[in-house]
């Protein structure tokens, strides 16, 4: 079982950063492959970015040069660096791990983060 506990969401006009963090426990972390989601009212929830446990990434096209995906293995936790934030980055940001051991997927329980125009 994984826990998955986000942070870091909130507030902040366009043009603006902000920096999410998805605390882990309850497995090997350093194994686990981690993403970011998120959710926009009326939509589906999307990928945004996606880090390999050898640290390879993956974005979305619409986040590519703007947002990084990291990880501290040592301290059992994902980050999503957000910056020059747009309106329509406003939505529920999840944290996905991903047990390579046993392939389940767990999910933590959103932050919202809302950019203003």
């Known amino acids: 079982q994984v826990q998955l506990v986000e942070s870091g969401g909130g507030l902040v006009q366009a043009g603006g950063s902000l920096t999410l963090s998805c605390a882990a426990s309850?497995?090997?972390?350093?194994?686990?492959?981690m993403g970011w989601y998120r959710q926009a009212p009326g939509k589906r929830r999307e990928l945004v970015a996606a880090?390999?446990?050898?640290?390879?990434?993956n974005y979305a096209d619409t986040v590519k040069g703007r947002f990084t995906i990291s990880r501290d293995n040592a301290k059992n936790t994902a980050y999503l660096q957000m910056n020059s934030l747009k309106f329509e980055d406003t939505a529920v940001y999840y944290c996905?791990?991903?047990?390579?051991?046993?392939?389940?997927?767990?999910w933590g329980q959103g932050t919202q983060v809302t950019v203003s125009s």
């Open positions: 996905n791990a991903i047990d390579v051991s046993s392939h389940l997927a767990y």
């Open positions: 309850g497995s090997i972390f350093s194994r686990n492959v």
């Open positions: 880090i390999t446990s050898g640290g390879n990434t």
